[in-house]
């Protein structure tokens, strides 16, 4: 885990940082709270925060925090009216048929579960095919709306769960072997997974900032391990 959190934009009302996986966003029960990233982004600026959206402690990418009250509303009512504009990357299971689609099935929360359901709250997702791979299919995601696990729902509802998933799939991680031909392994070592977490980044965010009434994009590169993966797809995976 980073000691600092990479700040990607920051003014009197919000900041934007950069999520690194394996870190929580905010303590859920029975978690230390000291090693989120609300924690130790409040520490490292010095001033109190409202978390504003979450990500998954595996996936990385934009994270936005309110530094007051009235931010906080500004910008949760954004998500709320569905003009947020997030841009996620993720790799997933199997091969898209389509190059480009929209799921929309609603998705039902209960005692902590999350699953596909006629009961559920309506939940739309939006897709581009990037680039596809003998046995993985890199896409654009755009959630339009805001549910939980609602990425990892959608996608393992159309056969196609993100590559590595505990939850909506397969976990097991991507190895070098598994996408190589006459791939040899080093004799007395254990080979390294290319990515063992779930392959999910958000990429962008673009919203209005409060006061200004101006649109802001923020970014959040590739993390190394992501990149990595790709560029072994790219010359062993076709």
């Known amino acids: 885990m980073k000691e600092k959190i990479e700040i990607i934009y ?3 009302n919000v900041i934007a940082v950069s999520k690194a996986s394996g870190i929580y966003t905010i ?8 090693k989120t990233v609300l924690h130790i982004l409040s520490k490292q600026i010095g001033e109190k925060l409202i978390p504003i959206h979450i990500l998954d402690v595996e996936a990385s990418g934009v994270l936005v925090f ?19 504009v ?22 039902l929360i209960s005692s902590g579960d999350v699953s596909i ?3 559920g ?52 991680p991507i190895l070098l072997s ?18 063992s977490r779930l392959t999910l980044h958000l990429e962008s965010l673009t919203l209005k900032v409060p006061n200004t009434n101006e ?13 990595i993966t790709l560029n072994k797809l790219e010359k062993y995976g076709r």
């Open 117 to 119: 359901d006629v009961t």
């Open 66 to 84: 309110a530094k007051n009250a009235t931010a906080y509303e500004y910008i949760r009512s954004q998500f709320e009216n569905k003009t947020v």
């Open 121 to 172: 709250k309506e939940a739309i997702t939006k897709f581009k095919v990037l680039e596809r791979f003998k046995s993985y299919t890199l896409v654009e995601a755009f959630p339009v709306t805001s549910m939980r696990c609602q990425l990892r729902a959608h996608f393992w509802s159309i056969g196609n769960p993100i590559a590595i998933d505990a939850e909506f799939g397969v976990n097991e």
């Open 86 to 107: 997030r841009k996620y990357i993720t790799l997933l299971s199997g091969f898209v048929q389509e190059d480009e689609g929209e799921i929309n099935m609603p998705i």
């Open 178 to 195: 598994s996408i190589k031909r006459k791939y040899k392994s080093k004799k007395g070592q254990q080979e390294r997974p290319l990515i």
């Open 10 to 12: 920051e003014d009197e």
């Open 27 to 34: 303590a859920g029960d029975g978690q230390d709270k000291t």
């Open 215 to 227: 649109k802001r994009t923020f970014i959040s590169s590739l993390p190394k391990d992501f990149e």
